[in-house]
């Protein structure tokens, strides 16, 4: 007689117990998947926003700490055709030159900066005459069209080059006759703003004299400039401690551009993508509590930045 084999196997319930442990396994690892994916995505929103945070402000640090500066002097005399197409009266001006540059977003500072740029070169021969060209010491990089500024401890001219290399012609009659003891340096103006890009987000461009309008960081949506005022200080700007008593926007009443010695900036920055935060987080911008309509991750950057020059 043949013995039976007994069937081997697993029964319902320990298929049942293998299929619950195999299932709480793979939403488990789901679950860090997604959990780490999310971080990985966040964190990486949180560089860029901080990224471009820094290198915005950065940018209009350095132009802020150059405004004003015009070599040895701070007397000023515009030529004609230079101040006809940029004005080069003022160091900096506020939002009051607002919707003169393209898609500009609303409710959102403009600033414009202006001074003389780089190291200036010396004159290898003294002027004669105001209608002389400029004799320098070394070749320059001017171009024909350039606004140039000859300044010494005196005086100094703002004026149109029609030249280049080492001897600078001129379409303007200087003030005049400058000596071996003057320099000249390229005349600059720089204006900031936030516009809407080619994508439709929001940033942060830059347009120097008369070129073309440059997006440098991608993702801001607002910008604020106060004016530091040293109230202590005369209309004229002298016998003040340096030291501003208040910050207000250049629309101010009563507000002396003589008297400006610092310049608070913020910046309201927001990151490319969506969805970064699990829920809609409120900020605070200008001093004013904002609800966003959306998930991103924003972040205000804020500087105070001393002026080094004399604003005129």
Request: with cysteine; proline share 3%.
């Given at each position: 007689m043949t013995a039976t084999k007994k069937q081997q196997g697993f029964t319902i319930i320990e298929l049942m117990v293998a299929l619950a442990v195999g299932l709480v396994t793979i939403i488990s690892v789901i679950k860090i998947y997604t959990d780490g994916s999310r971080l990985y995505r966040f964190n990486e929103g949180l560089a860029e926003?901080?990224?471009?945070?820094?290198?915005?402000?950065?940018?209009i640090r350095r132009d802020a700490r150059n405004a004003g500066f015009w070599g040895c002097t701070n007397q000023s005399r515009l030529n004609q055709e230079a101040a006809i197409s940029i004005n080069f009266a003022n160091a900096h001006v506020g939002s009051e030159i607002s919707g003169i540059m393209p898609s500009v977003m609303a409710d959102t500072d403009i600033v414009t900066f202006?001074?003389?740029?780089?190291?200036?070169?010396?004159?290898?021969?003294?002027?004669?005459?105001p209608e002389d060209p400029l004799n320098l010491s070394k070749p320059a990089n001017f171009e024909v069209g350039d606004y140039?500024?000859?300044?010494?401890?005196?005086?100094?001219?703002?004026?149109?080059?029609?030249?280049s290399g080492k001897t600078i012609t001129h379409r303007d009659v200087l003030s005049k006759n400058y000596g071996k003891d003057s320099a000249v340096y390229q005349a600059k103006q720089t204006t900031y703003w936030v516009g809407v890009n080619e994508s439709n987000e929001p940033a942060l461009f830059r347009r120097i004299n008369n070129g073309n309008n440059e997006e440098i960081v991608n993702g801001v949506e607002a910008m604020l400039i106060l004016f530091g005022e040293d109230t202590d200080a005369d209309s004229m700007g002298n016998n003040g401690d340096g030291t501003a008593n208040r910050y207000v926007p250049s629309s101010t009443k009563e507000l002396y551009m003589s008297r400006v010695v610092s310049?608070?900036?913020?910046?309201?920055?927001?990151?490319?993508?969506?969805?970064?935060?699990?829920?809609?987080?409120?900020?605070?911008?200008?001093?004013?509590?904002?609800?966003?309509?959306?998930?991103?991750?924003?972040?205000?950057?804020?500087?105070?930045?001393?002026?080094?020059?004399n604003i005129e």
């Open positions: 926003v901080q990224e471009n945070g820094r290198f915005a402000l950065e940018f202006r001074g003389a740029s780089g190291v200036g070169i010396p004159l290898s021969i003294a002027m004669t005459s140039l500024v000859i300044s010494d401890c005196l005086s100094r001219d703002i004026f149109t080059s029609a030249g310049l608070h900036i913020q910046l309201l920055v927001r990151s490319s993508h969506e969805n970064l935060n699990t829920d809609i987080v409120p900020y605070i911008y200008n001093e004013i509590t904002h609800t966003p309509v959306d998930k991103r991750l924003r972040k205000v950057f804020s500087s105070t930045i001393t002026l080094r020059n």
